[in-house]
């Protein structure tokens, strides 16, 4: 079965051909990144005119990249939330007219649980049940993941996201936008030991809490500058402590669900799984904790159309399968 999967719940206009859930033919992307960065974070309207004017030349794109014709398509998926209403209406809307059109069924999908699903694109492939860690701009969430549409959730973002938080501070130290891997980058010539910076922890919880650990960039940039401009080096040591607070608490909530769960899968997915240190620092688990992990190439952990289309075939002809050309985009969704 050839599945059209069509993804624009932010930045990123995509489009992507997967056969059976599980063989990427294309998978094409356009960002309108670069306009934003000047703003300091997404401009939703930005955003959304992007969209409108490159969906076409991308799903023309990942057909010829997949070389298949309109008319070989079996079904066509897209995120119809959570992000951004306005953005979340083109794709939307762009599927259910290919649906229409083309005499072909639709399937709407959750962003977050097709972030979880892209490592079932890759060999080899984790088996359910598994725990789920979300981490990206908006989610930061540790999930059971009894099937892609039975999902139970462990613990949740009480403030701000990983992801998030990682651009605030980026933001605090003047470096740009997406702070994620700007931060990635400059951690590694960093020193973690020199400051120390604390992330919220939970004794009988698996929640998450990062804008303490934002505050404290916040405020230790404050009092050094008051004193001297922070060097390079500064910022390249604040980068690696913040970093390190985040990455071993994540990490170590994980280890805790799979523990709690008794389950020894963990499944990845979200922007900030491209981080250099968090993919480095759970794989220990595997020693550790006899924990199995899966994290998606980088490219499939950022959004993509792939993993839409994937979680669309896997979710086709269940029960719960949201298929009504009706369904409206759901810019604040849970799993
Ligand atoms: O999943 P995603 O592409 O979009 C959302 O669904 O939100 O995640 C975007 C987030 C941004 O906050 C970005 O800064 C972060 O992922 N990110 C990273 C890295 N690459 C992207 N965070 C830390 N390290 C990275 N290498
Ligand atoms: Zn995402």
Redesign the pocket.
């Known amino acids: 079965m050839l599945v059209l999967g069509i993804e624009t719940?932010?930045d990123?206009t995509a489009c992507a051909v997967v056969e059976n859930g599980e063989r990427i033919l294309s998978n094409c992307i356009t960002s309108s990144v670069s306009i934003h960065e000047k703003f300091g974070g997404i401009v939703p309207e930005v955003a959304s005119r992007y969209h409108v004017e490159f969906i076409l030349p991308v799903l023309e794109e990942a057909l010829k990249e997949a070389n298949v014709r309109i008319g070989d398509i079996d079904l066509v998926a897209a995120t119809y939330g959570?992000?951004l209403v306005g953005s979340l209406l083109t794709g939307l809307n762009m599927a259910k007219a290919f649906s229409l059109s083309q005499n072909k069924p639709f399937m709407a999908v959750n962003?977050?649980a097709a972030?979880l699903y892209a490592s079932f694109l890759v060999s080899p492939q984790p088996e359910l049940p598994a725990v789920g860690l979300i981490?990206?701009?908006?989610?930061t969430e540790l999930v059971l993941i009894n099937d892609f549409d039975q999902m139970e959730i462990l613990g949740n973002t009480r403030d701000d996201?990983?992801?998030?938080a990682?651009?605030k501070v980026?933001k605090i130290l003047g470096l740009g936008?997406?702070?994620?891997?700007?931060?990635?980058?400059l951690a590694r010539k960093g020193d973690t030991k020199k400051i120390k910076f604390t992330s919220a922890r939970f004794k009988d919880s698996l929640d998450f809490s990062f804008s303490g650990v934002k505050t404290a960039v916040l405020y230790h940039v404050r009092k050094q500058t008051v004193i001297s401009e922070l060097t390079a080096g500064d910022i390249n040591d604040i980068c690696a402590a913040f970093?390190y607070s985040v990455v071993n608490v994540l990490v170590d909530n994980a280890r805790r669900a799979c523990h709690r769960k008794k389950i020894n899968q963990l499944v990845l997915?979200?922007?900030?799984?491209?981080?250099?240190?968090?993919r480095e620092k759970i794989k220990e688990l595997s020693a550790s904790d006899s924990i199995k992990v899966f994290i998606p190439p980088?490219n499939l952990?950022?959004?993509n159309a792939a993993m839409v289309a994937g979680l669309g075939f896997r979710l086709y002809n269940k029960p719960s399968a949201k298929s009504d050309l009706s369904i409206e985009p759901a810019p604040i969704l849970a799993l």
């Open positions: 719940s932010c990123e959570p992000g962003h977050l972030h981490v990206s701009g908006g989610h996201a990983v992801g998030e990682f651009d980026a936008y997406p702070g994620g891997p700007i931060i990635d980058r970093q997915g979200g922007g900030v799984s491209a981080n250099s240190s968090l980088v952990c950022l959004d």
